[in-house]
């Protein structure tokens, strides 16, 4: 894996920065993406003492510079390996007759259209040399809609339709694509849904052991670390005390 260079969008927070920090360790090249370039700055300068490390700053809904940006890699990183498609958010937790058009907008651009900006770019990499790895960052909102969920679980449904719709059409062309969708995992996730309302998000993770951004990161490896036949397709993980969308045994 020394020799592998991946793509980690959303790598300022949360499952992203779990995810480049184990790459890292494991010596993994790394192109690290997100909107706050302070936070990149210091990740990239923890990192670069166990690998080279690159990073680009976009919103990933500004398709020409998502596509400028990964067109125009140094030549270090330009032979893309693994494509980590994570950046995303929930914004506002409101019914649908309550719920804000901005923030529609938002999950909508975001975690649908620009992951697949960033995929569209880097898919021309990854079918010149017949190789490649794509991991969908899904939910277990993408499995199963849930009270005030409505818009945020349509678009983790569209990752999962995307995610089957990669997987099809880049059949026999050496590509693996596989989504990991997640349960509860305690990241600023819920401080960004309720828009910095941190004793409204810490709730969220009160009273049982929510997933930690660790372990996503550890499911991603072991998915990334398969022999060359085997592809994980689609794996849904929660933790103990989560039994569905909406069934969480707390205290
Ligand atoms: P965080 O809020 O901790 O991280 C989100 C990341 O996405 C940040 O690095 C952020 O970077 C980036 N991001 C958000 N909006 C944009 C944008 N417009 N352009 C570029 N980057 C953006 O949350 P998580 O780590 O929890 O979320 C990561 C993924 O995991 C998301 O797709 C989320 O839907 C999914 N997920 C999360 C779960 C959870 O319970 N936490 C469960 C299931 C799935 P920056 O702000 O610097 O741009
Ligand atoms: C994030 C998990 O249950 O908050 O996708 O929607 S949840």
Wanted: charged share 20%; aromatic share 6%; net charge neutral.
């Amino acid at each position: 894996m020394k020799s592998k260079i991946a793509l980690i969008t959303g790598a300022t927070s949360g499952i992203g920065k779990a995810t480049a920090t184990l790459f890292a360790h494991h010596g993994v090249s790394l192109i690290l993406c997100g909107r706050r370039q302070d936070r990149l700055d210091a990740i990239a300068s923890e990192l670069q003492k166990n690998t080279n490390v690159h990073t680009l700053t976009f919103d990933v809904r500004d398709k020409e510079t998502v596509f400028e940006k990964i067109q125009n890699l140094p030549k270090q990183f330009s032979e893309i390996d693994i494509l980590i498609n994570n950046a995303g958010n929930a914004h506002g937790l409101d019914s649908i007759q309550d719920g804000n058009v901005d923030d529609w907008d938002a999950m909508l651009d975001i975690n649908v259209k620009g992951l697949l900006y960033v995929s569209k770019a880097v898919l021309p990499i990854f079918l010149a040399k017949k190789s490649g790895h794509i991991i969908n960052i899904g939910s277990t909102a993408g499995k199963e809609v849930y009270p005030n969920g409505n818009v945020y679980c349509a678009s983790k449904h569209a990752v999962d339709a995307i995610n089957q719709g990669m997987r099809i059409d880049l059949n026999g062309k050496g590509i693996k694509v596989g989504a990991i969708n997640p349960g509860l995992v305690a990241t600023e996730f819920s401080e960004v849904r309720f828009k910095g309302d941190t004793e409204r998000a810490e709730k969220v993770y009160q009273g049982f052991s929510p997933l930690q951004p660790e372990d996503i990161a550890d499911i991603i490896w072991f998915a990334v670390t398969r022999p060359p036949h085997v592809n994980i397709a689609d794996l849904t993980v929660m933790c103990l005390a989560q039994a569905s969308s909406t069934i969480v045994n707390k205290n």
